[in-house]
């Protein structure tokens, strides 16, 4: 699991991670940052879940009104309080399957964008309430939401190898652009293009698709970067700059990419232009 950081950065939040068998119990845990420890720590039961599927493998986010909100992959979102003296409940959503990434939020609006394993996208409100739902039928999502500029598309990769772009409005689905084979987590540029590591040409490069409302347009892909994307672990981030950086995960070999931008960096606009919010990884959009 990834951390993030509180509205006041105090305190961190974490949900701890299934790599370990044997346990029934996971926690969600607050963790004082000047010391180091816990603040005080949620026990979640996963006895009804197999090994494989337990624990929290999704990085927490947090609203600019210090909503925080983690996704188990017991398939249930758990929205709570940044509150450094005990673990107080606002809600908790079943999305129906496991669930492993992090939601995505338009804190101005008052929405939360959640997705489960399944391909199922959810549109809620603060409360909890559903607002719109719908099935990909794309096989399963293992990559995050992100949000275009004006905070009016959603785009993520889904196993059918497509970068699927919606309507946040009801999910309608705009246009998808078909890789060869999985993505990893997009991002959203300063300019609106969405950039994204992708299967061209039988190996993984980065590219830039522009969205043109009805369909996604390729402006460009860079030269070979390793022979293949790795589910959940093939990492894509932006400097202020606009240079790009892929990390390959546990592929051979190991390596970390720079790729010179052109001055454009992650975009101020969007509501959420990359997984965990902001280039910190944070889990806070409003700290970019």
Known sequence: SVVCESTDGSTLYIGSGADHIGSEIEYIYAIDVSTGNYLWRKAVDFS???????????GCSIDTFGNVYLTGQNGILYSFKDDRTAYKENWTFNLGTESRMPVAIDSENGII?????????????????????????????????VLSPDGETIYVNAEDTKLHALTTLDFTEKW???????????????????????QIGGVARVCAIRDDN????LLWSSVELMSRVML??????????????????????????????????LSTLSPWPKIMGSMQNNGKKYDA
């Open 232 to 265: 959940n672990e093939t990492n894509v981030n932006m400097g202020p700059e606009g240079n790009i950086y892929v990390h390959t995960g546990e592929l051979s070999p190991r390596a970390l990419y720079a790729i010179q931008g052109n001055g454009m960096g």
């Open 48 to 58: 009804d879940w197999p090994e494989c599927c337990r624990g929290f493998m999704a």
């Open 113 to 145: 964008y959640a997705c489960s394993n399944s391909s199922v996208i959810y549109k809620l409100n603060m409360s909890g309430s559903v607002l719109a739902r719908k099935n990909l039928k794309a096989g399963e999502v293992f990559a995050a939401l």
């Open 176 to 198: 998808a652009y078909t890789f060869e084979s999985w993505g990893s987590d997009p991002l959203v540029r300063d300019d609106g293009v969405v950039v994204v590591v992708g």
């Open 214 to 217: 009805t369909s996604g347009t």
